[in-house]
C-alpha cells in the first residue's frame, strides 16, 4: 500500500482584504491539512501542483513561515511541487523561491524543459546527491511495488498549455523507455478543465489530454479553486482556504484529496488500482447577507429594519459556523460576511451608508470582516430607463447603445460623490466599458480608470498610502497565532485598508 496526498493552491502569504489575520489563515490552515496527511492518512508523498506562494514577489516573513512549515514534514515525506501561475516571478531570475526551497532540501520542485526540444519535453531525474535548482521527474519507492510511483512536473504554461501537453506526453514516453515503466505515473499541472469549469478561464480541453492520457494515471490539478473530478483520473482538490466571497459559497469545496495504491501482487505487466478520497480542510467560514432596498422611503427606515433583519440572521449565522470545518480548539472561527444590498433605492445613493451598515454588522455579529456588495438601482436610474428621449437613444429604427449608456452612466455619478463632474465621470466610464468589451487586459483598465480619477479628483487620489507595519521575519502576533494552532482572535481591517477601499 502507498499513499499520496494532494493540496494545492495554498498562496501563503494571501493577505486578504488588507488582514493580517487571513495571511496567517493560509498558513494554519496549510499546516492543519499537513498534519493530518502525516498523521491520519498516513502519506507517503505529497503532491501540491501550484502556488504554493500567493504573490511572486515574497516578503521575508512569508518565506520563513513556509520554511517553518515544511520542515515541521518527516524527512521520508517528499513534497513535490510543480510552478503555479503566483509562483513566477515578475521578472526574470536566476533563482525562484521555488529554485531556494529546492536547494534547501523543502521541496522537490518538478518542471519540464519545454525549450531543448520543440516536440519532447525533457525531465531530468531527481537526484538526491546533487539536487541542482530542480528536477523533471521523482520515483516514489514503496514496499510491495516492483518499481516505482513516478511522478512528473508542469509548470504554469497559460496559452500555451496545449501544446505543452503535446512534448510532455512525448517526453513521459521518452523517459520510461530509458528508465523503465514505473507502476503508476502521476502529472502535477496548473490548469483547469473546460467541461467542469467553462467560465473561468486557463481550461484545456480532453482532446488535448489525449496522448497525456496513455501515460498518466492520475492528473493532479490545482488553479482552479473548487474541487472537482473528471474522466476517473482528473482530480482538482479546490484550494485550502476561500479567497472570495464566489469561493466562499457552499456549492464549492475547498480541501485536500488522498490517494491509496495497492499493489495486489503487481507486476511488469499489470497496473496498480488505487482510491481517491477528498478530504474538507478547516477554514474560515463565509456567510451571505442578502438585504432587499425596495421598500424603504428613508434612510432610518432602512437601518432600522435593516439591523433588525440582522437580529433575526444571527441565529442561523451562529449554527453554520459551528459546523465542524469551520470549528478551531472548539470554538467557531470569526466568519466573513458577503453582504449584499439589492433592489431598487427610494432616496438618494449619497444618503446610503453602506460602510455604517457593515461596521454596524461587523460589531454585531463579531464578524473577522465585512465585504459589502451593492447590486442595487436607484429610483432616478429606472425613471431614466423609461422616460429617455427616443430621438437621442434610437437612430433609424436602432438602438444607440452608446447613447444610452452613457445617460446611464451620468445619472449613477450624478447620485454619487462624483456628482460636480458626472459628465466627465460618464465618459471614463464608458471608456471602462468598451475596453471590457475589447477584452483588454484588467491591468490596463485599472491603469485608465485610476490615472483619470487622478486628473478628475486629486485631492482624493493623494496620499492613499497601504502601509503594512511588520517585522521582516515574525512577529509576536503571529508566535501568538502559532501556539493557538487555529484559534484567533477577531480582527479588523485598518483604517489604511479602509481608506483604499474607499
Not at 202 to 217: P, S, Y
Not at 288 to 294: I, S
Not at 326 to 355: K, N, V
Not at 476 to 499: R, Y
Request: aromatic share 8%.
Amino acid at each position: 500500500m502507498l499513499t499520496l496526498t494532494h493540496i494545492a493552491d495554498t498562496h501563503l502569504g494571501h493577505r486578504q482584504y488588507g488582514l493580517k489575520q487571513r495571511e496567517d489563515d493560509m498558513v494554519s490552515t496549510m499546516r492543519t491539512a499537513f498534519q493530518e496527511m502525516i498523521k491520519k492518512r498516513g502519506t507517503d508523498a505529497i503532491l501540491l501542483p501550484g502556488d504554493l506562494f500567493h504573490s511572486r514577489d515574497l516578503r521575508p516573513k512569508i518565506l520563513d513561515q513556509a520554511e517553518q512549515e515544511l520542515r515541521q514534514l518527516p524527512d521520508d515525506v517528499p513534497v513535490l511541487v510543480s510552478r503555479g501561475n503566483h509562483d513566477e516571478n515578475l521578472t526574470p531570475r536566476e533563482v525562484t523561491w521555488l529554485n531556494y526551497l529546492h536547494r534547501r532540501g523543502h521541496i522537490v520542485f518538478l518542471k519540464a524543459d519545454l525549450e531543448a526540444d520543440s516536440e519532447t519535453a525533457q525531465f531530468e531525474p531527481y537526484d538526491p546527491d546533487e539536487p541542482g535548482d530542480c528536477a523533471g521527474f521523482y520515483d516514489i519507492e514503496a514496499e510491495g511495488f516492483d518499481r516505482p510511483v513516478r511522478v512528473f512536473g508542469l509548470q504554469w504554461r497559460g496559452a500555451r498549455t496545449g501544446q505543452a501537453l503535446q512534448q510532455v506526453a512525448n517526453g513521459i514516453e521518452a523517459v520510461n523507455t530509458e528508465h523503465g515503466a514505473p507502476v503508476a505515473t502521476v502529472l502535477l499541472a496548473h490548469f483547469g478543465i473546460e467541461d467542469k469549469v467553462p467560465t473561468l478561464g486557463g481550461t484545456v480541453t480532453h482532446a488535448e489530454l489525449r496522448d497525456v492520457k496513455e501515460h498518466v494515471d492520475y492528473l493532479a490539478l490545482g488553479h482552479i479553486h473548487k474541487r472537482y473530478a473528471s474522466a476517473g483520473w482528473i482530480f482538482n482538490p479546490g484550494s485550502p482556504e476561500a479567497h472570495n466571497t464566489r469561493e466562499g459559497r457552499n456549492d464549492w469545496e475547498h480541501g485536500y484529496c488522498s490517494i491509496a495504491l495497492s499493489s495486489n501482487g503487481a507486476t511488469a505487466n499489470d497496473t496498480v488500482e488505487y482510491e481517491v478520497t477528498h478530504h474538507p480542510t478547516k477554514r474560515r467560514p463565509y456567510y451571505r447577507v442578502e438585504f432587499d432596498v425596495t421598500a424603504y422611503e428613508s434612510p432610518s427606515e432602512l437601518e432600522t429594519e435593516f439591523q433588525e433583519y440582522v437580529r433575526e440572521e444571527q441565529a442561523r449565522i451562529e449554527e453554520y459556523c459551528r459546523q465542524d470545518t469551520f470549528m478551531a480548539r472548539g470554538e467557531p472561527r470569526a466568519p466573513i460576511i458577503d453582504l449584499r444590498f439589492t433592489g431598487t433605492l427610494q432616496f438618494d445613493r449619497g444618503d446610503f451608508r453602506t460602510d455604517e451598515l457593515a461596521a454596524w454588522l461587523q460589531d454585531e455579529c463579531d464578524a473577522l470582516y465585512v465585504q459589502v456588495n451593492t447590486g442595487i438601482r436607484t429610483a432616478d436610474v429606472q425613471q431614466l430607463i423609461s422616460e429617455i428621449d427616443e430621438g437621442e437613444v434610437f437612430k433609424n429604427g436602432r438602438l444607440n447603445t452608446t447613447a444610452l449608456e452613457h445617460r446611464v452612466f451620468e445619472t449613477i455619478a450624478n447620485e454619487s460623490s462624483y456628482d460636480e463632474q458626472a459628465t466627465d465621470v460618464a465618459n471614463v466610464l464608458g471608456n471602462a466599458h468598451q475596453m471590457a468589451q475589447a477584452e483588454e487586459a484588467v491591468d490596463a483598465l485599472c491603469d485608465s480608470v485610476s490615472s483619470a480619477r487622478r486628473d478628475l479628483f486629486p485631492e482624493l487620489a493623494d496620499d492613499v498610502v497601504l502601509d503594512i507595519d511588520e517585522a521582516p521575519f515574525m512577529d509576536s502576533d503571529f508566535e501568538e497565532d502559532m501556539e493557538l494552532m487555529d484559534g484567533e482572535p477577531v480582527g479588523k481591517a485598518s483604517d489604511e485598508t479602509e481608506v483604499v477601499q474607499r
